[in-house]
């Protein structure tokens, strides 16, 4: 069974910055993508950022020149580095892991770490 690990979150003020991990331990043969999604309050889960295997990204236009997304391939970990952060990323951000474990593809969920930006 693979599980996230999250940390970095917390509470900054708008302009701030934080950076986010995540690390997968478990049965994994190879890593297909990982990424960051996050759920405000009354809002449906959306992805912020996620990298491929190679090195190819794809972010949310709302975070795109603010936020980038890293792996560390051989610690099977995940980073979100967040500059210039507004009130309005304010969510819990999931760590979400699409891995292949022998003849299967599999997806797992962090539990969600909380970033809120307010003054």
């Known amino acids: 069974q693979v599980q996230l690990v999250e940390s970095g979150g917390g509470l900054v003020q708008p302009g701030g910055s934080l950076r986010l991990s995540c690390a997968a331990s478990g049965s994994i043969w190879s890593v297909n993508a990982m990424g960051w999604y996050r759920q405000a309050p009354g809002k449906e889960r959306e992805l912020v950022a996620v990298?491929?295997?190679?090195?190819?990204?794809n972010y949310a236009d709302s975070v795109k020149g603010r936020f980038t997304i890293s792996r560390d391939n051989a610690k099977n970990t995940v980073y979100l580095q967040m500059n210039s952060l507004k009130p309005e990323d304010t969510a819990v951000y999931y760590c979400?892991?699409?891995?292949?474990?022998?003849?299967?593809?599999?997806?797992?969920w962090g539990q969600g770490t909380q970033v809120t930006i307010s003054s």
């Open positions: 990298v491929s295997s190679g090195t190819s990204t």
């Open positions: 979400n892991i699409n891995y292949r474990d022998g003849a299967w593809n599999y997806v797992r």
